[in-house]
């Protein structure tokens, strides 16, 4: 079984920086895209950004400028740089992973959540 599990979520001023952590683990023949989402309450989750295990990365446009994605691949870790944060970046963040098993067969995994509240 894989377990993915975020780290890093918190309270924190707006204009300030939060590090998020996601770690995915269990049986992993390897990982294809990792990626975050987020999602507020009263609204739709949204795509945050993703990275490819080659280091492509790609970010809804709104956020380009102040969020930074990044993995390390031996340690099946992706994380999310967010600075400048804003009151409107409060939501649960998700992480996920596209793990392919030693079968050949691909699943994504979510993690449980992480709250992120910024105040103004």
């Known amino acids: 079984q894989v377990r993915v599990v975020e780290s890093g979520g918190g309270l924190v001023q707006a204009g300030g920086s939060l590090r998020l952590s996601c770690e995915a683990s269990?049986?992993?023949?390897?990982?294809?895209?990792m990626g975050w989402c987020r999602q507020a309450p009263g609204e739709q989750r949204e795509l945050v950004a993703i990275?490819?295990?080659?280091?492509?990365?790609n970010y809804a446009d709104s956020l380009k400028d102040r969020f930074t994605i990044a993995r390390a691949n031996a340690k099946n870790t992706v994380y999310l740089q967010m600075n400048s944060l804003k009151t409107k970046d409060s939501a649960i963040y998700y992480c996920?992973?596209?793990?392919?098993?030693?079968?050949?067969?691909?699943?994504?995994?979510w993690g449980q959540g992480t709250q992120i509240t910024v105040s103004s």
């Open positions: 990275i490819t295990s080659g280091g492509v990365t």
């Open positions: 996920y992973a596209d793990v392919r098993s030693y079968s050949g067969s691909s699943l994504r995994y």
């Open positions: 269990g049986i992993i023949f390897s990982i294809n895209d």
